[in-house]
């Protein structure tokens, strides 16, 4: 079974510039989350999908981040223009949606940004 | 609230050495899961380890075990003789409502 699939890896931009993180989950998982790592801590969610709505975005800065889940398959996060702090690594996680049964998270390898 | 607290920021020991990983959380939810995950340099997150809050019997896989306590909200990570490759950031997570509760991570370095 293939797992989450980020791309790109690596990303290094100049402050106030744009970039986009795609994330294919794992096929049939019907969540998908979005985190920010930021270096020496734990991961913090931004976002969560539950198909091609959006579960709870509470922890995203709308004034610069945006995802989408437009057909409930792979996701997209946004961020426009990015300043020094967004610097982390965004890692994308799917799970399947079972009601009333846990279903844990599959983390993808991550995407590495560096803004200069 | 609900919080994860891993006190250790970085740990190094000798090869062949013991180590344990402390975590503690706080949830008012009778029904919660806990994880540890690991991460090594490469950056992805691996799993190890789910337990539900109703399963307090210890587990041990190899060279890992974990040691719950519900009496002490603590869910606790040792392992034995210890490898240079067991040398990541370890993480303890926290369940309780279909998302993730981090702790900022125990740095383990495993010296040669």
């Known amino acids: 079974e293939a797992g989450v699939a980020q791309s790109p890896r690596y990303k290094i931009i100049e402050k106030r510039q744009s970039v986009a993180f795609w994330c294919n989950p794992i096929?049939?998982?019907?969540?998908l989350y979005w985190y920010q790592q930021i270096l020496g801590q734990g991961p913090k969610l931004l976002i969560q999908f539950q198909n091609n709505g959006v579960v709870d975005d509470s922890q995203l800065p709308k004034d610069r981040f945006s995802a989408e889940r437009l057909k409930g398959v792979d996701s997209t996060l946004k961020i426009q223009p990015a300043k020094l702090e967004d610097s982390a690594v965004y890692l994308c996680?799917?799970?399947?949606?079972?009601?009333?049964?846990?279903?844990?998270?599959?983390f993808g390898p991550g995407t590495r940004l560096t803004v200069l | 609230a609900q919080k994860v607290t891993q006190a250790q920021t970085e740990i190094s020991v000798v090869e062949k050495e013991d180590v344990t990983l402390d975590c503690v959380y706080e949830t008012r939810d009778t029904t919660y899961y806990l994880f540890w995950y690991k991460q090594p340099p490469s950056g992805e997150l691996v799993f190890l380890i789910r337990?539900?809050?109703?399963d307090e019997q210890n587990e041990i896989s190899g060279r890992y075990s974990w040691n719950f306590q519900k009496s002490t909200s603590s869910f606790n990570f040792t392992i034995t003789a210890s490898q240079v490759v067991d040398s990541a950031v370890y993480f303890c997570?926290?369940?309780?409502?279909?998302?993730?509760?981090w702790g900022a991570g125990t740095k383990l370095i495993i010296k040669p």
């Open positions: 337990r539900n809050s109703f």
């Open positions: 997570a926290l369940d309780s409502n279909y998302q993730l509760i």
């Open positions: 096929s049939g998982h019907a969540t």
């Open positions: 996680a799917s799970s399947l949606w079972t009601s009333g049964i846990y279903n844990e998270q599959f």
